[in-house]
């Protein structure tokens, strides 16, 4: 199993450049979650979702979109990259079920915007 | 509004020393406490849960609710427990969202 991965790994992008990155999941999670890092903040939750076909905001969820099409990948977009979009980005995802609440982290994805 | 505080950025505790990294958190309901830890070059992963009221690699944390605390202790540091160590919350969303704390970088020196 090779758990939750990230792709890329790192990213520069110009101001007003757009992407896409891509986590995928090989546990058959039913939870799925994006996060920021920044310096002295931690772990800040853009947005997640519950299942295949559902999507919802999480803290941060402004200049960003996601979807899930498939159950296994959880995609975040940038339509328009700002300087304060400068970050490391981590996917997680977690079962169902009762009594398991613990997340499942990937790699990690480090984007500067210039 | 849920809420996490771990009031040290920064901890260097001496090889063989005691070590309790701080957490507090704010929730109005009965919350689920983790702490988290990210090792230099490795994935953030679960060091434990309130929940399973166990110890890992020598670590264990208890929730008080009447100081709405969850400090994560080790009797002796090992070198080898240098991290960052995030303690995070899990309230009542529906997807188990977890709020994190800022994080505590721990250095143990030789």
Redesign the interface.
Known sequence: NAG?TQTPKFRVLKTGQSMTLLCAQDMNHE?M?W?RQDP??????IH???GEGTT?K??VPDGYNVSRLKKQNFLLGLESAAPSQTSVY?C?S?PTGT?S???Y????TRLTVT | AQRVTQPEKLLSVFKGAPVELKCNYSYSGSPELFWYVQYSRQRLQLLLRHISRESIKGFTADLNKGETSFHLKKPFAQEEDSAMYYCALSGSGSARQLTFGSGTQLTVLP
Do not use: K, T
């Open positions: 939750v939870y979650y996060y002295g903040m931690g772990l800040r939750l997640y979702s519950v919802a999480g803290e981590f997680a977690s009594g609440y613990e997340q982290f990937g790699p990690g």
